[in-house]
């Protein structure tokens, strides 16, 4: 556990931040998969964002009850980014 003038921060074994409490009370949550990668983040209003990834570790998905990011990778490179909401589709090249 780390505390700072701001927030309390609690780290889980493999070093991950698990939750974030900031001196309001307003706390964050974190969550990752067997990789170690964050699969969710529960917000102070209890929304969930959740994240998916490929084979090769490269966030493909990251999902809200507001919308869907999509990510397109060329290698290391974000080739493209979009998201739908509504069954809008709207593509960043």
Not at 14 to 40: A, C, F, I, P, R
Request: glycine fraction near 6%; charge should be negative; avoid cysteine.
């Amino acid at each position: 556990m780390l505390e700072t003038q701001e927030a309390t921060f609690t780290y889980d074994d493999e070093g991950n931040l698990v939750q974030k409490v900031e001196k309001t009370g307003v706390t964050w949550k974190y969550e990752y998969n067997g990789n170690g990668m964050m699969s969710k983040v529960i917000k102070p209003d209890k929304a969930e964002v959740t994240f998916k990834y490929d084979s090769l570790g490269r966030r493909v998905e990251k999902s809200s009850d507001e919308r869907t990011m999509r990510f397109v990778w060329d290698g290391n490179t974000i080739l493209h980014e979009y998201f739908s909401k509504d069954n809008f589709i709207n593509l960043k090249t």
